[in-house]
């Protein structure tokens, strides 16, 4: 089984900052990840696929980049929506990471 | 635009069998997709539990795999989920989601509680 880790757990950030969020796998995925947004009591959403590509209707200050076994998620400049936890996942085999809460600060 | 709704009992009995159905509106079962299930306890994170193919193939986490079995209804357009010998442990939210091949559209989410 492919483990994938995120870091750091929680992140508190202000409004208007920016936020990294790291994701690693155990082995290789290639580009094979996946970025999603949880809010509380709401289904997850995709943001990213493919390491880097946004999914439709994604605003530009989210982005993706990566491949093998390091990914990371910026948002450039956190609104107040932002505020959520983020889960990695890879495709290959359908693992996900353990989740980062963004906080405010 | 595809939209997925899980429906089934929100309590079920130690020992016993959870059932869920995923229905399909917007769009067709049959299309070039796989169909997942997906479930979060409370306060964790995510974890797969299968997927089903509209031929009838599937694939299951390994970890649920003597449990679990994913069915597919193409004449109600839905898919559907069976646990069985089920403890507290799976409690959870459990999601369905279409595959795409990453998980691009999600059912809202039905909470399960195991419990006498």
Known sequence: EIVMTQSPATLSVSPGERATLSCRASQSVSSNLAWYQQKPGQAPRLLIYGASTRATGIPARFSGSGSGTEFTLTISSLQSEDFAVYHCQQYNNWTFGQGTKVEIK | QVQLQESGPGLVK??????????????????????????????KGLEWIGEIYHSGSTNYNPSLKSRVTISVDKSKNQFSLKLSSVTAADTAVYYCARVSPFMDVWGKGTTVTVSS
């Open chain 2, 14 to 43: 130690p020992s016993g069998t959870l059932s869920l159905t995923c229905a399909v509106s917007g769009g067709s079962i049959s299309s070039s997709n796989w169909w997942s299930w997906v479930r979060q306890p409370p306060g």
